[in-house]
């Protein structure tokens, strides 16, 4: 089992930044692709940024030139770095964990609310 713990999430002003941390427990971690996913109220999930255990990355284009995904191995850590927000970033954010071995396992964090004022 994999649990996944958001954090960094907040306030800010647009134009502002932020970073966001997902902590994974679990031996899984190196082989995951890791992915950070949004939900605005009203709207379905949004892929926002993955990261694959090479070191891959994709991105919506929403977020291209301005959000950042980076993964610790050796602390089992993602990391979401968001610079120039904007209003419409503002949504709860989740950690996901891919593993695919005889078949594909997600595991999802709980969440963490980003605000972004104009």
């Known amino acids: 089992q994999v649990q996944l713990v958001e954090s960094g999430g907040g306030l800010v002003q647009a134009g502002g930044s932020l970073r966001l941390s997902c902590a994974a427990s679990?031996?899984?971690?190196?082989?995951?692709?890791m992915a950070w996913y949004r939900q605005a109220p009203g709207k379905q999930r949004e892929l926002v940024a993955s990261i694959t255990s090479g070191g891959s990355t994709n991105y919506a284009d929403s977020v291209k030139g301005r959000f950042t995904i980076s993964r610790d191995n050796a602390k089992n850590t993602v990391y979401l770095q968001m610079n120039s927000l904007k209003p419409e970033d503002t949504a709860v954010y989740y950690c996901?964990?891919?593993?695919?071995?005889?078949?594909?396992?997600?595991?999802w964090g709980q969440g963490t609310q980003v605000t972004v004022s104009s």
């Open positions: 996901n964990a891919v593993v695919t071995i005889f078949r594909r396992v997600d595991f």
């Open positions: 679990g031996s899984i971690f190196s082989i995951a692709t």
